[in-house]
């Protein structure tokens, strides 16, 4: 063995106790359950990976999700990767991403949603990806936009363009969950508009958000889109908001 692959060696066993000596002052919490999080793994838990609901409706083109919008887009492909309950396994963690300035989690969800993408045939399947604008106020006060740092993930795993500033949104709307079903189709409707028409003619467009519950704000940022010509739209969610 060389000499400097022995002191790799000393190094990383030194940098791995460096991490446990670390974490026995300042543990580190699994995001989802709370417990604490072994050395080895990173943000979510080993047992909370594996229970993540998933909708694993991937490689069927016509699932419940793209059942629900068929009669309002005409999407390719409707996508969601986990299903959200109601203090289920993912509500925690979109609530540290969008409440807890966790930027890290984002990009991490993003990644686990671009493996399975890419698992399942989809890298290079669409050109150009847009993730659901925020308000530029929203903007301001959050300092970040959640879904940027989703796409920010899934395209560190697949081959697609990432467009941030394609589309604006032109009004706030209201916190989404105080208000009822059909003042959340008022609120969204019509609010989106391209302001780089050229980058999306042509193209197979594929919209992101973090999670989908009516669909209103894919139906509105569809209708912006596809004024433009689009070849195809397609929609991706990271996760699926479930009646029960
Ligand atoms: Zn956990």
Request: charged content about 25%; proline content about 3%.
């Amino acid at each position: 063995m060389h000499k400097v692959e022995i002191k790799r060696i000393k190094l990383d066993s030194i940098s791995s106790i460096w991490k446990d000596f670390i974490s026995l002052i300042y543990p580190e919490f699994c995001l989802s359950c709370k417990n604490e999080l072994l050395s080895a793994e990173n943000m979510i838990c080993t047992s909370c990976r594996a229970d993540l609901p998933k909708t694993n409706h991937f490689d069927n083109q016509q699932n419940e999700l793209w059942t629900k919008f068929r009669n309002r887009v005409d999407f390719e492909y409707a996508i969601a990767y986990l299903k959200f309950y109601k203090k289920g396994k993912v509500q925690p963690l979109l609530h540290s991403l969008k409440y807890h300035n966790n930027q890290e989690i984002g990009i991490h969800l993003g990644n686990m949603f671009g493996v399975e993408l890419k698992q399942n045939g989809f890298s290079g399947k669409f050109d150009l990806l847009i993730p659901v604008p925020l308000h530029r106020t929203k903007l301001i006060k959050r300092g970040y936009n959640q879904t940027d740092l989703i796409a920010k993930g899934i395209a560190e795993r697949v081959n697609v363009t990432v467009g941030n500033n394609i589309v604006i949104r032109t009004q706030a709307t209201k916190t989404q969950t105080k208000v009822s079903k059909t003042e959340r189709w008022e609120n969204v409707a019509d609010r989106f508009e391209v302001t780089k028409p050229e980058a999306i003619t042509g193209k197979h467009v594929v919209l992101l958000d973090d999670i989908v519950t009516t669909g209103a704000t894919f139906d509105a940022l569809a209708d912006a889109v596809l004024k433009h010509k689009p070849l195809k739209i397609s929609m991706l969610a990271l996760a699926e908001a479930q009646r029960h």
